[in-house]
């Protein structure tokens, strides 16, 4: 088989999975008895302003984050694991059906990189599930009794992806040429930027309006219909047809 030297990569939440793998792997910390009541009822005030359209995603998420290494601080590495393998287990096929086939078709050409914020222990099975050649999540340190710290080992995957992407390929000596790129934030806009054929997947309002202003096609999956928005559909360099990643259902 001939080396891959094209690139594709994909944020996770949102965009592959079809929620958000650091709330399930929460979910399962509790059912396992690692995250408190308590601590899960902290969450269900900034949850239900979400859901009722009262706050932002970003508020909910930040405190999942924030209940997240709380619990884990000072717990055992192998129960942390057993959890992420049953919220993996659970729910590694909640994917979308446009994302999982687009993988499945790059993956005969291209380099498959899935860069999440989402913690490396639930990010890592999930994305070796889908046959990604590298990934990262944000890593948790572990001390030499295999316990947790509470603390972040360097920055966080998500608010470096470009940088990620950048480092990878220069040091692979791989190529921009024909990089495609798939994200559904605005923590994606750095990747986005910078491969050949982005494509923004059920975006946020902001990233809605960046991509209509930079001419990026936008997909939405909605229940069993996918379709792409045609007001963006202007590649960002050559031309790019929608019958590329437009899959009809």
Not at 67 to 88: P, S, T
Request: include cysteine; aromatic fraction near 12%; glycine fraction near 4%.
């Amino acid at each position: 088989m001939p080396q891959k030297n094209k690139v594709a990569v994909f944020d996770i939440d949102g965009t592959i999975f079809r929620s958000s793998l650091l709330v399930e792997f929460n979910k399962a910390l509790q059912r396992t008895g690692v995250i408190s009541a308590t601590d899960a009822m902290a969450l269900l005030k900034p949850y239900y302003a979400w859901v009722e359209r009262r706050g932002s995603y970003d508020d909910y998420i930040k405190k999942v984050v924030e209940v997240h290494v709380k619990a884990i601080k000072g717990k055992e590495q192998r129960y942390v694991l057993a959890a992420a393998d049953l919220a993996f287990l659970n729910h590694r096929d909640r994917v979308y059906r446009y994302t999982r086939d687009l993988i499945k078709k790059l993956k005969r050409s291209h380099l498959l990189l899935a860069i999440s914020g989402s913690p490396i222990e639930i990010v890592e099975p999930f994305a070796k599930y889908f046959k990604f050649d590298h990934v990262w999540g944000s890593v948790f340190e572990v001390d030499r009794r295999g316990r947790y710290t509470g603390r972040v080992l360097e920055r966080r995957p998500v608010d470096q992806k470009r940088e990620i992407l950048e480092a990878f390929v220069q040091e692979r000596n791989l190529s921009m040429t024909g990089s495609w790129g798939v994200g559904d934030t605005e923590t994606d806009i750095s990747f986005l930027a910078i491969v050949d054929h982005p494509i923004v997947f059920n975006p946020t309002l902001r990233l809605y309006n960046i991509a209509k202003r930079r001419h990026w096609p936008v997909v939405v999956e909605r229940k069993n219909v996918i379709y792409p928005v045609r007001e963006c559909s202007a590649p960002r360099r050559g031309r790019v047809r929608f019958s590329q990643y437009e899959h009809r259902v």
